[in-house]
């Protein structure tokens, strides 16, 4: 999947991304239009032209700029696990649950940008696609480590409990809702050790 083309940002810029991407997420990325990000950023909607070229280069500006955050977070919960893959599995998830308390009230930002980016064409796709891909490999890496045989269907299990979890958060359907699928993923992986 081809990445897309990033922009240098001026402290204008990326002014106008931090209101965009606040605005984006609380009210969503086809309601919220380049007027009322310029308004927000005290900028001109010529700076953001200036500067974005275009609306759809802001979002992906502010998914790409989520996407590396929430890598950078987790890597840390991934280091402190240290190497065995049960507790970097569960550290996935522990991530989730803080990085979701501050930065995900409404869920998942890749989610919510799916429901209203899912052409291919849009330039801000492949960022989207690209994150559950990455985490779906990383769940697949780490199960390959704890049951070799089964790590493909392992993989795909863990990321479904985490993104489950990720949804039943954002939608608020019941609380908790990440440290239940954690201790459903430590089930997962128990089951799984003592079959290999």
Known sequence: MEKPRRITLTPAAQRALEAAGRLFYERG??????DLIAAEAGVTKKTLYDRFGSKEQIVVEYLAGRDERWRAF???????????PAARVLAVFDASRDWSS?????????VNAHAEISDPAHPAHPIVVGQKE???????????EIAPQRADGLG?????????ALVA??????PDAVDL???QAAELLRNARSRS
């Open 181 to 183: 699928a954690r201790d």
């Open 74 to 84: 987790l890597d840390r919960y991934l280091e402190s696990a240290g190497p065995d």
């Open 29 to 34: 990325i086809h309601a919220v239009g380049v």
């Open 102 to 110: 501050e930065h995900s009230r409404k869920g998942c930002a890749m």
């Open 156 to 164: 795909r299990t863990l990321l479904l409990l985490h993104e489950g």
């Open 169 to 174: 958060h954002g939608f608020g359907t019941f």
């Open 134 to 144: 990455w985490m779906l490999a990383l769940f697949t890496g780490l199960a390959r």
